[in-house]
């Protein structure tokens, strides 16, 4: 589904703003392959280019892709520079990747956009939140969620991987000796399935279980989970987080589009920005 808006807009903006000049389309994070070799199909004139801060990542891109394209360069979003204006910059499941402020590499894209061109942001997004502690509940339930599904699947150790991910989220980004325990991991897993029947039938009772679990986990390994510190990168945010990012940046939204149950466990969103100046 988000191949699919993402791809939709894309070509419609070709068909509305293309010039002489080449098409320019600029993947952020060198992870869809084939959403690239789609719209390479689609519009066989664009110039298109993939970075990514990994080697590894860009290998098995080209290992993937039956043709030469796109360009693929080593870069770092908050600092990476094309060589010409960009049309559409796009990234899928990389914005909660990058270090904080997010605003920064929003920038650093925003300069960089023709005076029409667009950013498609596609990620998972936690349901909305006031401040950082109920950051915390709303990611336990995010991963509650994710947990519960694989538990019902018998996949329990992909189960404790998701595990990992919300202890590695909840952690103090330096300090994560204590998260791979079983004692942890088991923790989690044995309460995500009572999160997620909860969260489906009243979300404040839903908020309290994973309450009570982050409480748990503070107790059980004191000094190692606490608020999430601001230039951590690899955690996950809610849609009006990334507003206020892609404000500071200087962005506007000019339409988006959601999946899943982004109002109560959270979900895929992918938004379109444009510069602030043009509207």
């Not at 519009?43 to 801060?53: E, R, V, Y």
């Amino acid at each position: 589904q988000s191949d699919d808006f993402i791809l939709k807009i894309v070509k419609e903006h070709f068909l509305q703003h293309s010039e002489s000049r080449p098409f320019e389309i600029v993947e952020v994070g060198c992870r869809s392959f084939r959403l690239m070799t789609q719209i390479e199909d689609s519009i066989p004139g664009a110039k298109l280019t993939a970075f990514d801060q990994n080697h590894s990542a860009l290998k098995v891109c080209r290992d993937q892709m039956d043709t030469d394209k796109p360009a693929l360069k080593i870069g770092r979003a908050e600092n990476y520079q094309h060589h010409t204006v960009v049309d559409v910059f796009f990234s899928q499941g990389e914005h909660h990747l990058i270090p904080k402020p997010a605003s920064m590499y929003l920038k650093n894209l925003a300069k960089q956009l023709s005076p029409n061109g667009i950013i498609i942001l596609s990620d998972e997004f936690l349901s909305n939140y006031d401040h950082a502690l109920q950051r915390q509940i709303k990611s336990i339930i995010w991963h509650a969620h994710t947990i519960a599904t694989v538990l019902k699947e018998g996949q329990e150790e992909l189960a404790k991987e998701e595990a990992r991910f919300l202890l590695s989220d909840l952690a103090d980004h330096e300090d994560q000796r204590f998260m791979d325990t079983d004692e942890a991991l088991d923790l989690v897993c044995k309460r995500a399935p009572e999160i997620d029947i909860a969260v489906r039938r009243d979300q404040k009772f839903a908020d309290g279980i994973a309450t009570d679990l982050l409480q748990k986990l503070i107790a059980q390994f004191p000094g190692t989970i606490k608020e999430v510190r601001s230039k951590k990168g690899a955690y996950k945010i809610c849609e009006a987080a990334m507003l206020l990012e892609a404000e500071e940046a200087g962005l506007r939204v000019l339409s988006s589009k959601s999946f899943g149950p982004i109002r109560t466990i959270g979900g895929l969103s992918n938004f379109v920005l444009g510069q602030k100046s043009l509207g």
